[in-house]
């Protein structure tokens, strides 16, 4: 920072509390390490880059560190979907056969728990709304209980790295029946997969090369993408787990790849840096355009940051808590309906919106404040059946405790 005029209105001394905070959290073991950047009114006032990340090599947190990034990845592959839309390639009322027969005539579990034989026949087709807010009625296994979440393990593998490219993907998700019918209630799952595989196929391309061309090249995103190559490789983030008994962080992270992914998943798969995702998210803030580039037109960004959920499917716990009580979700993201109400999860305006990542990974952008909060950890949480709880309880509290800590110290510096 150089000099109180570049603050955006920040109190310096509230600001420089945060990094000791951070730095504490590492020191008790609960992280490996974290990058944080804050951005308002047109200027970064603050990187944070603590701890390490990578223990048993020694080296540090930097600005230019990779993560993955998780579920950040959603409102990306939301934003690809939204310029077809613009084009007049797709509409969200249309039916996903038109490109995804494979999900023609799906049927639905009788029960959310039952038997995966013991179905009905879908009351109608998803469509690519149902995608883009998660009420499709397609599921992930960690998301899922009893047979369900076992029947997705089985036919798809790992939800982020799994083995097989899109079109034998497609034929396998299709093949398992709806926890939910279409437009029923949002339950998390693939819904954002099948969107990217989708936009691939509209485009006749992969989705990978379409989000370079469409997202990440125009928006100058150097460092983002579904694998880190060779060059890039040692910038890469270790994943770890922190033991719920307080051991040590254990390394849990993915092998290397030698190239790229065949699943390129639009739910979960990439990798990105906190100022690549910086740019994403102005963008957005900036109502779809950044530095000349435009991406979306400024209706289209009002359309996905407003709340598409029903009141009733807002009473509906998200996994184990009341997750809406002050936000809704629009197309791909959340965004802050009652920041009174949102308080006890995090600090943001009416209106600010984000979606976080299951490795501990979290950003928002402000409009009321004109503001851009990311925060990247690195803590890995089981992904396999029936494991969606530890999503709210599977951190150590320290790690837990991280995330608002930087939130509300943050908010609690805003002069003006």
Do not use: C
């Not at 005539?105 to 034989?117: A, F, Q, Y």
């Not at 497609?170 to 029923?184: D, K, N, V």
């Amino acid at each position: 920072m150089d000099g109180d005029a570049h603050l955006g209105k920040l109190n310096r001394q509230a600001l420089e509390q945060i990094p000791p905070a951070l730095q504490a959290i590492v020191d008790a073991g609960d992280v490996s390490g974290f990058v944080t950047l804050v951005w308002r009114k047109g200027k970064v006032v603050q990187v944070n880059a603590i701890g390490q990340r990578d223990i048993a090599a020694g080296k540090p947190m930097t600005r230019d560190t990779m993560f993955r990034i998780a579920s950040m990845t959603k409102p990306i592959t939301s934003v690809a979907a939204l310029m077809l839309m613009e084009e007049g390639k797709l509409r969200l009322e249309d039916p996903i056969t038109t490109w995804a027969p494979e999900f023609a005539d799906m049927k639905v579990l009788k029960s959310p728990t039952g038997p995966v034989e013991d179905t009905v026949p879908a009351p109608r087709d998803i469509t690519i709304e149902d995608l883009m807010t998660h009420r499709s009625g397609l599921a992930y296994n960690f998301t899922s209980v009893g047979p369900i979440a076992h029947a997705y393990q089985a036919a798809l593998g790992s939800p982020l790295l799994g083995p097989y490219g899109a079109d034998e993907w497609m034929r396998r998700l299709g093949e398992l029946p709806l926890t939910y019918a279409p437009g029923e209630r949002f339950h998390y799952g693939h819904s954002t997969d099948v969107l990217g595989f989708i936009v691939g196929r509209i485009e006749g391309k992969s989705f990978g090369q379409v989000l370079e061309e469409r997202i990440f090249g125009p928006l100058d995103m150097t460092d983002t993408g579904f694998w880190a190559n060779p060059e890039k490789a040692d910038r890469l983030a270790r994943l770890y787990k922190a033991p719920a008994d307080g051991g040590p962080l254990q390394d849990v992270s993915y092998p290397p790849e030698p190239q790229r992914p065949v699943f390129e998943a639009g739910g979960g798969g990439l990798i990105s840096t906190a100022d690549d995702y910086l740019k994403f998210a102005r963008m957005l803030l900036n109502r779809g355009e950044l530095d000349g580039v435009r991406l979306l037109k400024p209706e289209t960004v009002e359309l996905m940051t407003t709340n598409r959920l029903t009141d009733a499917q807002r009473q509906i716990p998200f996994m184990g808590i009341p997750f809406w009580l002050g936000q809704g979700f629009g197309l791909g993201l959340s965004v802050v309906t009652d920041p009174e109400k949102q308080a006890w999860m995090g600090a943001g305006s009416k209106g600010a919106f984000g979606w976080p990542g299951a490795f501990g990974t979290w950003w928002q952008a402000d409009p009321a404040q004109d503001m851009v909060l990311i925060y990247l950890i690195q803590n890995a949480m089981d992904l396999g059946p029936e494991a969606a709880s530890q999503l709210a309880t599977g951190q150590r509290m320290g790690a837990r405790a991280a995330l608002p800590v930087f939130q509300k110290r943050v908010y609690g510096a805003i002069e003006a």
